[in-house]
């Protein structure tokens, strides 16, 4: 059964509003991720990946992610837009977030802009922030979105909506 779209209000934008295939675009806002309450990751030169139902994925270009902070990458899945991914176990402050970034090293040409560069899963970490702004996990733990307040949904990933 296909949601209903939440119509965005002033300000806002819908997930339901981004293409299919998704667009990858350049982000104005600094992007940080804290971990044990350690900073792991700050940029003001990130980009976001936009899919129809998805909330935004945010990509850090990997000199701005701290060194050490990510372990041996491994092989993970692929994405059918952006190419083969590569899982990274995740460490700062004396806490370990298993899987809990990845990249495409390799990606597809749309995508070569994020070569590299780094995504973080909002889930296991202290903090996700899009500016000022703390981002929450996209649903259901599969999919690395944030969702952040001047976002609305319905968003993939809980359940039943794998066939969205």
Partial sequence: MRPIPIRPGPGQESVWDYPRPPRLEPVKERLTVVLGGQTIASTTAGFRVLETSHPPTYYFPPEDVALGVLGPPRRAGICEWKGRAVLFDVTGGGRQAPGAAWAYPDPTPDFRRIAGAIAFYAGPMDSC??????????????????????LVGPFKGGPGTMGW
Avoid: H, K, N, S
Wanted: charged share 15%; glycine share 28%.
């Fill in 129 to 150: 922030l899009v500016g000022d702004v703390r981002a929450e996990p996209q649903p259901g733990g599969f999919y690395g979105g944030w969702i952040t307040p001047g």
